[in-house]
T-cell receptor
Framework: QQQVKQSPQSLIVQKGGIPIINCAYE??????FPWYQQFPGKGPALLIAIRPDVSEKKEGRFTISFNKSAKQFSLHIMDSQPGDSATYFCAARMNTGFQKLVFGTGTRLLVSP | DAGITQSPRHKVTETGTPVTLRCHQTENHRYMYWYRQDPGHGLRLIHY???????DKGEVSDGYSVSRSKTEDFLLTLESATSSQTSVYFC????????????FGPGTRLTVT
């Protein structure tokens, strides 16, 4: 129940394409769902996050779609660029008061020129 | 990296040797975390701290101990390193007023031979 399942494991798209990364969870006590972006040799950095009271959030070219009934959420990258090539992690946090995150296993995205 | 430093950045050690990794923050955040990152597993929480001398276990705490004697420092100790502890270790902080974000440090690559 603590898990967050992420797919696909890896993804290759052409420049301008729209990669979609999916995550699913079981525990309805999760109340915050961030996405992190990680470049090789660096720590993860928050990209965008959503709470379950909204179905979609956009920040620039990045959009989270959230389906509360299905317990799924996904990251869409519009007009993807080679600079978006990175590993992306979804995560979820329980509303326990401590800010502990449970992470998905990551998706390695390659955007070809 | 949001005022977080980790030391050392790289370390090679032998099985059975004690190892201490240090995380230092200049942000005065309340919460600090240690994660390990391994291929196929994403980021897994080892231990976390919710204040000076207040720590608790995460999902993969066996073989690790932590200490937090000052707000700014969080130490992770491997009492007797094993090859299964070869990993990249990330420190994270959170707790800025009005923010859910966890900020990650640059990581420490530890190899146990």
């Amino acid at each position: 129940q603590q898990q967050v399942k992420q797919s696909p494991q890896s993804l290759i798209v052409q420049k301008g394409g729209i990669p979609i990364i999916n995550c699913a969870y079981e525990n309805t006590a999760f109340d915050y769902f961030p996405w992190y972006q990680q470049f090789p040799g660096k720590g993860p950095a928050l990209l965008i996050a959503i709470r379950p009271d909204v179905s979609e959030k956009k920040e620039g070219r990045f959009t989270i779609s959230f389906n509360k009934s299905a317990k799924q959420f996904s990251l869409h990258i519009m007009d993807s660029q080679p600079g978006d090539s990175a590993t992306y992690f979804c995560a979820a946090r329980m509303n326990t008061g401590f800010q502990k995150l449970v992470f998905g296993t990551g998706t390695r995205l390659l955007v070809s020129p | 990296d949001a005022g977080i430093t980790q030391s050392p950045r790289h370390k090679v050690t032998e099985t059975g040797t004690p190892v201490t990794l240090r995380c230092h923050q200049t942000e005065n955040h309340r919460y600090m975390y240690w994660y390990r990152q391994d291929p196929g597993h994403g980021l897994r929480l080892i231990h976390y701290s919710y204040g000076v001398k207040d720590t608790d276990k995460g999902e993969v705490s066996d073989g690790y101990s932590v200490s937090r004697s000052k707000t700014e420092d969080f130490l992770l100790t491997l009492e007797s390193a094993t090859s299964s502890q070869t990993s990249v270790y990330f420190c994270a902080i959170s707790g800025r007023q009005g923010s859910d974000e966890q900020y990650f440090g640059p990581g420490t690559r530890l190899t146990v031979t």
